[in-house]
C-alpha cells in the first residue's frame, strides 16, 4: 500500500512538472520491458503472506529468516494476528526504484537515507529483511519475535524485521534509531 501510495505521488509530480508518468514509453518509442515494480523485482501484492512461496518477494528471503517467520506466524495464529508481508526481498532495480521515490519525497538523499537504502547496502535486497503489516502483527512481533530471533532493528520502522538468531536466548540488541546510525549503512 505505501509502495502503491508513493507512485501516485511520484506520477503526480511527474504530471506536474511537464514530464510524462512513470511506465509510459519514452520519446523514442521504445516501450519498458516491464512495469517499474514487478513480482519478479519483489513487488508483493496485497494481502501477501509468509506462506506465499510463489511470490518471488517471500520465495527469495534468507531460508533462515523465512523459517523463522512461518514459526511465529503460526504462533501468533493461536493468538489471532495474521502476518502480511508488505514487503520482503527486493532485486536492485526495485531498491533503486524505491530509493528515487523516497529522494522526491524526502526532498534530499539525506532525509530519504533515514528511510530507504542503496542497493548495496540494504537487507532487503539481500533477502535478510521483511517489513511485516498490520500494526497488529508488527506488535505483536515486537513482544514475541525474539522467541523467534526475530528483531526490530530500527526505532523508526516498527515493521522492519531481520534475523538475529542470538535474541532466542539473549534478546534482541539494542535498536538504531534509524538507519543512517546502522553501521552496515556507512560507506
Ligand atoms: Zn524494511
Not at 13 to 19: D, N, R, S, T, V
Not at 35 to 64: K, Q, S
Not at 100 to 114: D, I, N, P, Q, T
Amino acid at each position: 500500500m505505501r509502495v502503491a501510495g508513493l507512485l501516485v505521488v511520484v506520477a503526480a509530480i511527474a504530471a506536474a512538472a511537464g514530464h510524462p508518468s512513470l511506465g509510459s514509453s519514452s520519446s523514442t518509442g521504445t516501450p519498458r520491458p516491464r512495469g517499474p515494480l514487478g513480482l519478479a523485482d519483489g513487488a508483493v501484492p496485497d494481502g501477501t503472506t509468509v506462506f506465499d512461496d510463489e511470490v518471488p518477494g517471500v520465495a527469495n528471503l534468507d531460508p533462515a529468516l523465512l523459517g523463522a517467520l512461518r514459526r511465529a506466524a503460526a504462533d501468533s495464529a493461536d493468538d489471532g494476528v495474521e502476518f502480511v508481508v508488505d514487503s520482503g526481498w527486493r532485486s536492485r532495480a526495485y531498491q533503486e526504484q524505491l530509493l528515487h521515490e523516497a529522494v522526491l519525497k524526502y526532498g534530499s538523499e539525506a532525509e530519504a537515507s533515514r528511510w530507504v537504502a542503496t542497493p548495496g547496502r540494504s537487507s532487503h535486497v539481500s533477502g535478510g529483511a521483511v517489513d511485516i503489516g498490520p500494526s497488529g502483527a508488527a506488535a505483536w512481533l515486537s513482544e514475541h519475535g525474539a522467541e523467534h530471533g526475530l528483531c526490530q532493528i530500527y526505532g523508526n520502522e516498527p515493521w522492519h524485521y531481520e534475523l538475529r538468531p542470538e535474541a532466542i536466548a539473549r534478546g534482541c540488541p539494542p535498536m538504531y534509531s534509524d538507519p543512517t546510525q546502522d553501521p552496515r549503512m556507512q560507506r
